[in-house]
């Protein structure tokens, strides 16, 4: 099943189940999948891939994140907590990340391939490192992890 359909399942079952915080959260992602759409529609109708369904679940699961970051800064632990329910609702769908140690041995040799020195040349390592890592680990994660390896 795509993950448009299965959102949409979900979606149905929520609302029988007046489950509000998880209908709220289901019918914001179909509105940005069906934005998605929109954008990418020409000549008539289109259809989004998963892979493409997945990039517009990651780009509000960031937004989830910022926004608890600011929420917790800002003392609002109960909107913090709110966004939390959303992000546990949103990771349902994405698949599941890479671990830290994963990514490192991948950026590790990445960088022994590339032959890279040192720091100076981290825009060498981050373009063909997310290009392999793109919807399978954190952007944050990865860049974090190339600067400590540049860094050695």
């Known amino acids: 099943m795509a993950l448009k359909d ?3 399942e979900d979606l149905k079952t929520a ?18 999948l069906q934005e998605k759409e929109i954008a990418e529609r020409k000549d008539g109708e289109a259809t989004l891939s998963d892979e493409q369904s997945i ?4 780009k ?3 937004q989830r994140k910022e926004s608890i970051a600011q929420f917790e800064q800002g003392g609002r632990n109960d ?11 949103i990771e349902e769908y994405l698949p599941k990340m890479m671990g830290e140690e994963e990514v490192r041995k991948i ?11 040192g720091p100076q040349e981290m ?6 490192v997310m290009g392999l890592l793109k919807g399978k680990a954190d952007g944050g994660l ?3 992890i190339v600067k400590e390896e540049l860094n050695k």
């Open 123 to 128: 825009g060498k390592v981050m373009g063909p």
């Open 107 to 117: 950026v590790s040799e990445k960088i022994s391939a590339l032959d890279v020195t």
């Open 79 to 89: 909107l913090a907590e709110n966004e939390k329910q959303e992000l546990l609702i």
């Open 15 to 32: 609302m029988k189940a007046k489950n509000k915080t998880r209908l709220q959260v289901l019918r914001s992602l179909k509105a940005k």
């Open 142 to 144: 990865v860049s974090r």
């Open 55 to 58: 990039q517009v679940l990651m």
């Open 6 to 8: 299965q959102i949409l």
């Open 60 to 62: 509000a699961a960031k």
